[in-house]
Nanobody, 117 residues
Framework: QVQVVESGGGLVQAGGSLRLSCAAS????????MGWYRQAPGKQRELVAT???????NYADSMKGRFTISRDNAKNTVYLQMNSLKPEDTAVYYC???????????WGQGTQVTVSS
């Protein structure tokens, strides 16, 4: 069994910052890519950023320069530092962890981020 648990969401004013954390634990010792996705009401889930175990990152264009993904491999934890938040960043943010060959991608339950104008 693998558990993926996000934390750090909340309510923030436009222009503010939040830091999300996501810890993956369970029967898999380490994970390949880990990432953040988000889903706003009435919209499809979209990529925010991913990071490989080697530290290679990938961002959605609209997040570049404002969001930073990082990772602590020893803790199987991934972080998302979000700066200069906008009301359109309001969404449920989901974390996933790729278990590697022969394993699925595991998802967390999500954490709500609300940015007020």
């Amino acid at each position: 069994q693998v558990q993926v648990v996000e934390s750090g969401g909340g309510l923030v004013q436009a222009g503010g910052s939040l830091r999300l954390s996501c810890a993956a634990s369970g029967s898999i010792f380490s994970f390949n890519a880990m990432g953040w996705y988000r889903q706003a009401p009435g919209k499809q889930r979209e990529l925010v950023a991913t990071i490989t175990s080697g530290g290679r990152t990938n961002y959605a264009d609209s997040m570049k320069g404002r969001f930073t993904i990082s990772r602590d491999n020893a803790k199987n934890t991934v972080y998302l530092q979000m700066n200069s938040l906008k009301p359109e960043d309001t969404a449920v943010y989901y974390c996933n962890a790729d278990g590697g060959p022969g394993y699925p991608v595991y998802w967390g339950q999500g954490t709500q981020v609300t940015v007020s104008s």
